[in-house]
């Protein structure tokens, strides 16, 4: 049986400048070295080894739905619905209630936002 360890999450994005200010504006991840070559893809850091990886493809057609996101969990969701409510970022969660606040079956709230390329993040509260 093998063990993996997630190691980074590669995306690829239409302006990679605005890309980097907006991960790093909603979720402060910090921009480190792309160690793998010279190339204008840049990266961020989730911290604990785990990465983001930001391609540039300007022509690239993106298409997105909910079901297809990457999932961070915070100890303190409220916080950070505040925080994009601050930045004036929309943000729904799976049903898209009203009130924004549905409770899985395991008890974990989630809220959905997308970034400037239209990929969907869910932050929650695991």
């Known amino acids: 049986m093998h063990t993996f360890l997630l190691d980074h999450i590669a995306l690829s994005v239409k302006n990679v400048n ?3 200010a907006f991960y790093q504006k909603v979720l402060q991840l910090k921009e480190i070295k ?4 010279s190339s204008k893809t ?3 850091s989730f911290g604990d080894g785990k990465q983001l990886h930001l391609i540039p493809r300007p022509d690239a057609e993106i ?3 909910k079901a297809v996101h ?6 303190d969701l ?3 619905k505040e925080h994009l409510k601050t ?3 929309n943000y729904s969660d799976w049903r898209d209630t009203t009130e924004k606040n549905y409770i899985r079956d395991d008890g974990i709230e989630q809220v959905y936002f997308q970034d400037p390329n239209g990929y969907w993040i869910e932050i929650n509260n695991g």
């Open 34 to 37: 792309n160690t793998a070559s």
């Open 63 to 65: 298409k997105t739905n």
């Open 70 to 75: 990457f999932a961070l969990s915070t100890y």
């Open 18 to 20: 605005e890309s980097i």
């Open 87 to 89: 930045l004036e970022i």
């Open 78 to 80: 409220k916080s950070f």
């Open 42 to 44: 840049r990266w961020l």
